[in-house]
């Protein structure tokens, strides 16, 4: 089992940042791909980011891509959120998700094993 925790959400007016954590239990963090979702009102869970277990690769939605920058430090079992340039269309509840044990999880919702319970990012125009 994996308990993931986000962190770092809040208000932030458009143009500005914000960086979201989010902790792992467990021993198996660094054998993990993990991502980053977001749900807006209204609308389904959409892919944001991934990385590799390693951290050797990332990827990114076309609309954060730029902008946004995944990374993880496997010693902290933690991986990061950095978001810049924040628009009003970035508003939604930004869920972490860990991948299966030493497998690929790339930019679908079934990839992932775990995930944690969110949290919510407000951009003001």
């Known amino acids: 089992q994996v308990q993931l925790v986000e962190s770092g959400g809040g208000l932030v007016q458009a143009g500005g940042s914000l960086r979201l954590s989010c902790a792992a239990s467990g021993r198996t963090f660094s054998t993990r791909d993990m991502g980053w979702f977001r749900q807006a009102p209204g609308k389904e869970r959409d892919f944001v980011a991934r990385i590799s277990w390693s951290g050797g690769s990332t990827n990114y939605a076309d609309s954060v891509e730029g902008r946004f920058t995944i990374s993880r430090d496997n010693a902290k079992n933690t991986v990061y959120l950095e978001m810049n340039r924040l628009k009003p269309e970035d508003t939604a509840i930004y869920y972490c998700?860990?991948?299966?044990?030493?497998?690929?999880?790339?930019?679908?919702?079934?990839?992932?094993?775990?995930w944690g319970q969110g949290t919510q990012v407000i951009v003001s125009s």
């Open positions: 998700a860990a991948g299966r044990l030493r497998s690929y999880s790339g930019y679908g919702r079934e990839q992932y094993a775990y």
